[in-house]
């Protein structure tokens, strides 16, 4: 529009709002520390290549679990399955054992890979960049699986829902 004034600034809480409207699943990305296994819940993330093969994933600045993980340069991304709603939870907070009775196997690189995960994708660290408040991860897949009888935990305008299964439209 011509002659408008340029737009104000975008609040934190109307983008929270607006952007809410985007349905994302949610993953707990771990990694094997040594003095234990690391994880924190994330919801930002997303396929980013095919070839080479690459994820993207986007921890908040204030995150303490990530500079740790950044550390050990491999990590596994497990995708929360539907009934992972406490685990989700869990992995958000701060100052406890994430650990206290979560079933996981190593993964190929040794991270801890969830019992019960929709999918997993193991990783390296390819890349690192500023993301404003949060920092924009990129690994690079070497290893990865799924469970196509689990469907994933999404987050919704603040909420947990579900997907509705193959089977709803039909």
Request: overall charge negative.
């Amino acid at each position: 529009m011509t002659g408008s004034a340029p737009p104000g600034p975008v609040s934190p809480a109307v983008m929270r709002e607006v952007l809410g409207h985007f349905v994302t699943g949610i993953v707990v990305v771990t990694a094997a520390g040594p003095d234990g296994p690391l994880g924190f819940t994330c919801q930002s993330f997303t396929s980013l290549s095919l070839d080479p093969p690459l994820v993207s994933f986007s921890p908040a600045r204030t995150s303490t679990t990530w500079p740790r993980i950044r550390e050990v340069g491999t990590f596994c991304v497990n995708v929360l399955a539907v009934e992972h709603q406490d685990i989700s939870v869990g992995f958000a907070r701060s100052g406890v054992d994430k650990f206290a009775g979560v079933g996981w196997r190593p993964a190929p690189s040794g991270s801890p890979l969830l019992d019960g995960v929709s999918a997993w994708i193991d990783c390296t660290l390819w890349a690192e960049h500023d993301g404003g408040d949060h920092t924009i991860a990129i690994g690079q897949v070497v290893d990865l699986g799924a469970d196509a009888s689990r469907l994933p935990l999404l987050y919704y305008r603040g909420q947990y829902t579900a997907a509705a299964g193959p089977e709803a439209g039909e």
